[in-house]
């Protein structure tokens, strides 16, 4: 099989480089290659070229430029937001508790654990239905004078299910809680707006939509009392010490743009194609379940469960037939483990081994939903184990 053959399906795990985001990183690695701190011509053409792309990312988030963090990715902003807000928190007004829920990505839940076994504050969780949703009520039920920072992830990239951030930050407002949402999964299909949503501060990664790999940004919204977690020179307004990388923000830039110049039309094309697949595998394969919202989900999402299915040998067999998937939980080696966050929307474990995820993009064609489907049918079913509890 050659590489052309290859079919990709994993675009929620990365994304290529879109051709006009090299192109437009190129002179900053060698031509314009200064460091914005200095003081010299060279010095102030990188700051120069930093400042566009801050200016560029804030306008396509809705943004102030003051209000955007450049960071090495989605999970540095995720450990910024989360550790950063919540010792502000605490050293402001003594509050201790962080509130997430329990289909976080890693860079989230393991922060906030990492906070409550060695900063002494207390994570709780608040509920998710079976679909891995938020009710604002039962955030508003949990949220009390203690509480430090409420971090709720946008779009879920295990099951592609879309939570009501707005309601959500409204509810946080109310109380006068900062609240952060993790928004790395959506940047590449829909419209952001940090002020329509009302956050306080929302994490995005370039590699996601199209941009390089080993940089993001977090938005913070002005006012927001924030602590760094990368300590040593002013750069970032403070809030992330070392010298910019230049060409991957200029990138970063590039890409947003050139994501949001096509991306209602992309978001037809994919949820059209994707819908097709969720029917053509949900009548064509014997238990088998969709996992997240029928509806409000990702548009290129489509996540699945399997009974009796070990996601990894199913995902093996599909790379050796030419398609990349994933299960969306990031276990690659060593013992299945059932995925945490199908278990936490109530699927048991014998379900929770079969995830399977595939996600959409632009290189995604009608040719290679269709093979897909030729395939995935003889893959399960290779794949089916037989119960160990009858
Ligand atoms: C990919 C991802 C991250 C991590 O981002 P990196 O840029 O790979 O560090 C965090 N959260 C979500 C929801 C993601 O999908």
């Given at each position: 099989m050659t590489w052309d053959e290859r079919v990709y399906l994993d675009y929620a795990a990365t994304t290529p480089v879109a051709d006009r985001v090299i192109r437009a990183m190129?002179?900053?690695?060698?031509?314009?290659?200064?460091?914005?701190?200095?003081?010299?011509f060279e010095g102030q053409q990188a700051e120069a070229a930093l400042e566009e792309a801050r200016e560029r990312i804030a306008r396509a988030l809705g943004a102030?430029?003051?209000e955007i963090i450049f960071t090495s990715g989605g999970t540095e902003s995720d450990n910024l937001a989360l550790r950063g807000i919540a010792l502000a928190e605490h050293q402001r007004r003594g509050a201790y508790r962080i509130l997430i829920t329990p289909v976080e990505h890693h860079a989230v839940s393991a922060t906030a654990r990492q906070l409550q076994d060695v900063f002494g504050f207390i994570v709780d969780y608040v509920p998710v239905d079976s679909y891995g949703r938020v009710d604002p009520d039962d955030l508003r039920g949990l949220?009390?004078?203690?509480?430090?920072l409420v971090s709720i992830i946008h779009?879920?990239?295990?099951?592609?299910t879309l939570n009501p951030i707005v309601e959500l930050a409204a509810v946080c407002a109310e109380k006068g809680v900062p609240f952060h949402t993790d928004a790395v999964q959506s940047v590449a299909h829909l419209r952001l707006d940090v002020r329509a949503l009302g956050v306080s501060a929302l994490s995005i990664g370039a590699h996601k939509f199209y941009g390089p790999k080993g940089v993001g940004a977090l938005y913070v919204r002005q006012g927001t009392s924030i602590l760094p977690i990368q300590t040593g020179g002013a750069q970032e307004r403070g809030l992330r010490a070392g010298t910019e990388n230049v060409p991957l923000i200029v990138g970063m830039a590039e890409a947003l743009e050139w994501t949001l110049e096509t991306l209602d039309q992309e978001t037809q094309r994919l949820r059209a194609l994707r819908d097709h697949l969720i029917e053509g595998i949900l009548n064509t394969i014997p238990r088998v379940r969709l996992t997240g919202h029928p509806i409000e989900r990702l548009p290129n999402h489509a996540s699945f469960a399997f009974e009796n299915v070990e996601a990894n040998a199913l995902l093996m067999y599909l790379d050796h037939a030419g398609f990349a998937c994933s299960?969306?939980?990031?276990?690659?080696?060593g013992n299945p483990e059932p995925s945490e966050v199908l278990q936490a929307i109530g699927f048991t474990s014998q379900w929770a081994m079969g995830g399977l995820r595939v996600t959409l993009g632009r290189g995604t064609t009608q040719d290679h939903i269709e093979r897909f489907l030729g395939v995935l049918p003889a893959a399960v079913e290779k794949c089916r184990v037989v119960s160990r509890v009858n």
């Open positions: 190129l002179p900053f690695f060698g031509g314009t290659f200064g460091n914005p701190s200095s003081v010299h102030k430029p003051r949220i009390d004078s203690s509480t430090a779009a879920n990239n295990e099951i592609g299960s969306g939980s990031a276990c690659k080696t």
